[in-house]
């Protein structure tokens, strides 16, 4: 299982699942949900709305992770997984733990070979890259401890935006910078 940690936008990383830190609302607002559905075009909402008309009537609860086609972008499948909002009081970081072993969980449902994170929390959610960084490496370890020889899963990609996140993931999955 290999573990990479990217500096860019992760619309563009060639991967079989991506995941969004979405909004529990499941249609979409800033940030990376934002980035997703500009390059992902219609069919992705349209793709949301549906399952707020048909099986998610409430959205989707923090910590909970869910698939769906990925319109445009280079990736199959968009897995959906609103973190914890710490400005609404929503702290524990049990929460956004689940969010990355439930989307593994769901990747390797639909037979996922490689899938890619962003820093979920670390923006509008208002977690510390560092705690969000760590929460991913000790869920993703755990995870494969587990699941490792039933997985399809063997590439993940932490997706890094800003300077910030990059250090934050390197440090927690201790993966110094090899271009410098
Ligand atoms: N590729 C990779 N990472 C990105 C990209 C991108 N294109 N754009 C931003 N990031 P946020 P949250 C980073 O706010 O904190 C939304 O409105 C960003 O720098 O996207 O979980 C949703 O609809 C940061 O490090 O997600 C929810 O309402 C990380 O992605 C709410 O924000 C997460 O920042 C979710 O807040």
Known sequence: ???DIVRGDITEQKVDAIVNAANPSLLGGGGVDDAIHAAAGPALLAECRKLRATTHPD???SGLALATGAGDLPARWVIHSPGPNRHVGQTNPKT????????????SRLGATSVAFPAIGAG???WDPEDVAS??????H???ETYLHSTSIHRVVLVAYNDKVESAFRKAFNTPRTDS
């Open 124 to 126: 509008a959610y208002g």
């Open 1 to 3: 299982m290999h573990i």
């Open 142 to 144: 755990e995870w494969f």
């Open 96 to 107: 956004l733990s689940q969010c990355f072993t439930n989307s593994l969980y769901v990747a």
């Open 59 to 61: 959205g989707l609860a």
């Open 135 to 140: 929460i991913a490496a000790h869920a993703i």
